[in-house]
């Protein structure tokens, strides 16, 4: 009687593994995704979406523009987006007429870059067009894994590499960018004017909403045409109104960004708006004239403390954790029958004061010595003769601290420089010394010049 | 019995307490009416031709300094180390080279009486850091800051009333004038500042009953509205044998160009209270040759 209970038992309980079983291995029917038009976006997984061609890039930026924020959908890459030969020309989202919040047609879904790339030519029809992005206005977005190479052009302002505006107010949810990558070229053709600033930023236009972007790098490019200009924008957010955005090791590593860009932030922007202290965020190539962040470098730089680090984009960099005054090397050599200690410096990444008795000169083509503001700051990018009174040198050395402060070096300076070791590709390279009979100049200086060092190219 | 001689004692320590406290309240207020002591002290001072640069003036064509007291002017008192205080100027009205120089102090050193005094004009620090440049002038920095005259009275004292001997300000340094040239094609300088060094030059002087000297270089800047093309100083030169003096000038021009030259003062000419015009201080501009050569030593 035990037995056969058992046995019933036993068999009750295969007959509910084997259900089981067959009720998860049963197919699910997911549908694909009907745009406009009868177009229809194939599904992988319910409610997810495949990105697989511009066509259909085009189609979901035409579903959005109809008024269908897309919220709780998921859309997912499944190759790469756009060529540099055809690459994407469409926005996602879009308004009726500048400052109009209530006419946008916002994006709400999820975007899984699924570590491809999008490849676009995005241009901003006039001054009054801004948010010139790939996803031109969004709300409570994630969009992780995402690639966007190619180019921006904005007449208007608050252009992006990736989001023109993450939200339109506070109230909106979040706005997350994880593991993303961008590395397009934004050209500002718009020219700030009072209280009408460019506020472009690699990553958002305008964050409003809650913002947080995490293991993000930028290393395309800033460029100007005509009057343009990145006046008060960031290296990632343009105009940053937001509370507490958040950057979780991310990186600023522009090719170039030499442009116009007064009052812009190293990677935000902010009115009304914070970064989060807790931010850790870093920068090879320096922007603006707001510091945020901590400097990375890819060679050893002279006046750091330094640690190894690997950043967003996966590369080892020399974080700078500190700054340490330098001792240089200097020789002594007669002027104007006077015998002064003499040597020459250069670092793009710092401004150094130097101690009474040492002055910093800049030179002119004709060899003439131009002080450096009051000759007791060698300002950071600028390469100069320093020439110290015997009094003052200690071991054969001078000492140049750290500083905040900076001087304007004179125009007409020939003396260039370099963080690095460089080869002289084109002219003859000069670096100052004495030749045989003790004089002091420039004298030629071989097929290469040294890192930190200024020194001259004549044609 | 026990209990009455508790309550005896602590009576009787009572009453002491009162007493104790009336005693002490009677000393303070024999304190607060005892009436303070003043004293003043007055020293009729005398400056003579070449004791004080206070104006610039032009005789037969030449620039001379015109010396005399302002009412107001300070003169710094020490008495042995200790710095009393300063007095005040008051001109006399027939001879503007002379004043009477008085103040009221609280107090005095004991020994006051038959002391030695140290008297400095203009302030009661000793240093010539810091000018501009601006020509001589009644209400100017140079003679208001770094004119400095030297005087030593004896103090004698009747009742809190403290008379000296009369005091003959003799001038401390030269004041001069500067102007610089370039040396190649004789154009002047538009200067922003110049820095002077000499082997003898002082800087500052302190006292600790004795003056002492620290030598070294001496900056002299325009503000940065200023562009004056002559520039003055006052510059003290403290040879032990006299001699010539070679002046090192380093010349900061106002387009950031940079110059070197000496310019020697003879001997005789260092005088203290001398008016020494060099307005054409010959000065190169410092360059760096370009040479087609491989150097001997790189820097």
Redesign the interface.
Known sequence: MKTKAIQILFSAALVFLFSAGHVQAAPVAIEGLELLNGYKLEAYAVNSYKIQSVDDWNALADYVAAGNTCEGLTFMMKGHIGSTSQPVTRMIGCQAKKGDKTSRKRFAGAFDGNGKTLTVDLTSADTNTGYCAPFAYVKALTIKDLHVAGKITASGQWASGLVGSSGNDANDGKCSIVNCHVSVTIISKYTSVKNSYANHGAFIGIAEGVATLENCWFDGSFQVEGNGDFYYSGGFIGLNKAQNTKFVNCLFNAVSCDVPAANAGQFANSVNGSIDKASTYYYVTPFGTKTQGTWAFTTEPIGFKTTTMTLADGKEYLVAVGKVSVDLPVHAASLLNRERYWTTFYTAYQSFKLSAGVLAFTMDETGALFVVGNGNIVPAGCAVVLMAEPSVVKKGTITLRTTGENATPAVGNVLKGSDTEESVSSGTAYVLGVDEKGEIGFCLAGSSVPANKAYIVKQ | MKKNNILMIALLGAVACVSCQEAFEIEEKQQSVEPATKWTLTVQATKSVETKALDLKTEGGNDVLDTYWVNGEKVAVFSGKEYLGDLTAAVDASNKQKATLSATWDKMPDDINGATLTLLFPRNVWDYTGQTGVAPAPDGALSSTYDYALATVTAKVEKNTITTSPANFMNQQNIYRFGFRKTDDKSAISVHKFVVSSKNLVTLRTFDGDWKSKKGEITVEQPASSSLELLYAALRIEQETAADEEL?FKV?GA????Y?GTQTIPAKYLTNGKFISAKSVKV????????????????
């Open positions: 090192l900061f387009n950031s160009d940079y070197e190169e501009q410092l360059k760096l040759p370009t040479k087609n050569a491989v150097p001997a030593k790189t820097f």
